[in-house]
């Protein structure tokens, strides 16, 4: 019984900023890593097609997408389970559906990977 429940997408113009959010409630021991990927329109079918846009481990370490970098920044408060995403300078190439993953350990003290429900960005013209 585990949720990741985001906020904050939505329609923006090029080179306007979004800021995403992503909250872990439930049964959680701890978490370890936790992150943001995206899946171009078209290809919401197949979560394979889920591109990798940041993660960050629960020591604060970041690894980005070659396609955000210098963009996007990935951060998380620990005491409140929530990862973040800013992004800046947003182009009509990040537009798609941005979801959070978590790798959480439960009570039972067991690690499984979590998947958010998705949130919309459109970066418009």
């Known amino acids: 019984q585990v949720q990741l429940v985001e906020s904050g997408g939505g329609l923006v113009q090029a080179g306007g900023s979004l800021r995403l959010s992503c909250a872990a409630s439930?049964?959680?021991?701890?978490?370890?890593?936790m992150g943001w990927y995206r899946q171009a329109p078209g290809n919401e079918r197949e979560s394979s097609e889920r591109e990798l846009v940041a993660t960050i481990t629960n020591g604060g370490s970041t690894n980005y997408g070659d396609s955000v970098k210098g963009r996007f920044t990935i951060s998380r408060d620990n005491a409140k389970n929530t990862v973040y995403l800013q992004m800046d300078s947003l182009k009509p190439e990040d537009t798609g559906v941005y979801y959070c993953?978590?790798?959480?350990?439960?009570?039972?003290?067991?690690?499984?990977?979590?998947w958010g429900q998705g949130t919309q960005v459109t970066v418009s013209s």
């Open positions: 439930g049964t959680i021991f701890s978490i370890n890593d």
């Open positions: 993953n978590a790798h959480i350990v439960v009570l039972s003290r067991i690690q499984y990977g979590y």
